[in-house]
């Protein structure tokens, strides 16, 4: 069992290796924040088959969406609404393993079971936030947290 757990992880890792390196190549030669934002979804939308996986901005006082991958979504969500808005607030990466449980929750779909959401920040303000739904149960972890904060520390 912890065998087959290092395996699998083991192989999410090497998956999120490889499109970092990916992303590398993509934004070294891309300066628009919307098309890079556009493909880096599509990127990890289908490296990993998750529900929705896209952007918000921040632009004046709420988060716009922005470019993604999966189906329709909220247009709009205010400061410190939701997982998104909390992201926002706290200039942190939130990781929700249950939405149910989480206060507050945006539930742009019953589908939706768990979510992580990394802030984009850019001169020390968040810029956008990446938001990625799973229709399973903790489908995130430190793992994911840790390469989705690279992959957008390249926007
Ligand atoms: N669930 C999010 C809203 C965005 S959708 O899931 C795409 C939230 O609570 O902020």
Not at 23 to 38: G, H, Q
Not at 105 to 112: G, Q, Y
Request: glycine share 8%; net charge negative.
């Amino acid at each position: 069992m912890a065998e087959e757990l290092q395996i699998s992880q083991g192989g999410k890792d090497e998956k999120y290796a490889l499109l970092y390196k990916q992303i590398v190549a993509l934004v070294e030669n891309e300066d628009d924040a919307i098309a890079n934002m556009a493909n880096v979804a599509a990127m990890i939308h289908t490296t990993f088959g998750f529900w929705w996986t896209g952007f918000y901005r921040v632009i004046d006082s709420e988060l716009i969406l922005g470019p993604f991958q999966g189906p329709l979504a909220c247009s709009r969500i205010a400061y410190g609404r939701g997982v998104c808005g909390t992201a926002w607030k706290e200039a942190m990466t939130q990781v929700v393993p249950d939405v149910e449980k989480f206060p507050g929750h945006i539930a742009c779909s019953s589908a939706s079971k768990s979510e992580i959401v990394v802030p984009v920040i850019k001169n020390g303000e968040v810029a956008a936030v990446l938001d990625i739904d799973s229709e399973h149960l903790a489908t995130f972890d430190a793992t994911d947290k840790l390469w989705l904060e690279r992959i957008v520390g390249l926007l």
